[in-house]
Nanobody, 116 residues
Framework: EVQLVESGGGLVQAGGSLRLSCAAS????????IGWFRQAPGKEREGVSC????????YYADSMKGRFTISSDNAKNTVYLQINSLKPEDTAVYYC?????????WGQGTQVTVSS
């Protein structure tokens, strides 16, 4: 069974940093790209970044370049999202995602709240 479990969210002041984690299980981690999405209150879910666990190549949405850094630890089957210089508009639930054999899998999300 594919499982994605996010952690690392919390309440942080503007300008602070957080590192989110996504622990994956139930599939061969090295064979897939894993992504981070976020959904702010009243807004649609949007893509943040993704990483190929196979070769480490990364992609960032244009609006996420600069303050977000995605990485993976294949030994731990875990993908990380480092967010620096947090802004109140980064407040959202952050989700981990993988598409495997034509099916989409999502984690339960981790809440990030940035106070001004």
């Amino acid at each position: 069974e594919v499982q994605l479990v996010e952690s690392g969210g919390g309440l942080v002041q503007a300008g602070g940093s957080l590192r989110l984690s996504c622990a994956a299980s139930g599939f061969t981690f090295d064979d897939y790209a894993i992504g981070w999405f976020r959904q702010a209150p009243g807004k649609e879910r949007e893509g943040v970044s993704c990483i190929s666990s196979n070769d480490g190549s990364t992609y960032y949405a244009d609006s996420m370049k600069g303050r977000f850094t995605i990485s993976s630890d294949n030994a731990k089957n875990t993908v990380y999202l480092q967010i620096n210089s947090l802004k109140p508009e980064d407040t959202a639930v952050y989700y981990c995602y993988v598409r495997r054999l034509g099916r989409d899998y999502w984690g339960q999300g981790t809440q990030v709240t940035v106070s001004s």
